[in-house]
T-cell receptor, first 112, second 115 residues
């Protein structure tokens, strides 16, 4: 099972681009990388998912290098409302018979 | 939209009490998960289920049991609550394989305090 490592916390200012990197050195061939966002007193919610190269949606981009041993979540022009904890999760999306284990997450604080 | 509903947002129980945490999802998901979340420790997997009546231990199953009698419902049971089980409990469901993307949908959480 791929273990993930993320920075514990990051600080940014409104309008800046924020990049959060996740390390997953023993990622398996069938594993996908998924990022979640969690606000206080709420459950995490899905942000973006990818397998390789680059994925972009309306809220974020996900960059995955060729060796797939790490990934970077990119949040363009953050606002105060992006203050949250961000988790990266690595797992095989083809089967639910697996332990989906989250890391400790990255606490992002966006200041005015 | 997928909805995952946890029966209680806040509970206060006494040491030794039996505690039931209920989770219901409305999207016919086969897979359901129970996590607990504590400051500095992230989300830790307690149990998961991949079908009715099927369950597997996660990383911290001690002191907990689960029940999945119907597809939409996954219950977490603390047979004899202890103070070290004071925590936020999060339920999630998802669909994998050809029918889904593996995205997890979480409930709002149940904050349990054991006195």
């Amino acid at each position: 099972l791929a273990k993930t490592t993320q920075p514990i916390s990051m600080d940014s200012y409104e309008g800046q681009e924020v990049n959060i990197t996740c390390s997953h050195n023993n990622i398996a061939t069938n594993d996908y990388i998924t990022w979640y966002q969690q606000f206080p007193s709420q459950g995490p919610r899905f942000i973006i998912q990818g397998y390789k190269t680059k994925v972009t949606n309306e809220v974020a981009s996900l960059f995955i290098p060729a060796d797939r041993k790490s990934s970077t979540l990119s949040l363009p022009r953050v606002s105060l409302s992006d203050t949250a904890v961000y988790y990266c999760l690595v797992g095989d999306m083809n089967t639910g018979f697996q332990k989906l284990v989250f890391g400790t997450g990255t606490r992002l604080l966006v200041s005015p | 939209d997928v909805k995952v509903t946890q029966s209680s947002r806040y509970l206060v129980k006494r040491t030794g009490e039996k505690v039931f945490l209920e989770c219901v999802q409305d999207m016919d998901h086969e897979n359901m998960f129970w996590y607990r979340q504590d400051p500095g420790l992230g989300l830790r997997l307690i149990y998961f289920s991949y079908d009715v009546k099927m369950k597997e231990k996660g990383d911290i199953p001690e002191g907990y049991s689960v029940s999945r009698e119907k597809k939409e419902r996954f219950s977490l049971i603390l047979e004899s609550a202890s103070t070290n089980q004071t925590s936020m409990y999060l339920c999630a469901s998802g669909l994998f394989g050809s029918r889904g993307t593996g995205e997890l949908f979480f409930g709002e959480g149940s904050r349990l305090t054991v006195l």
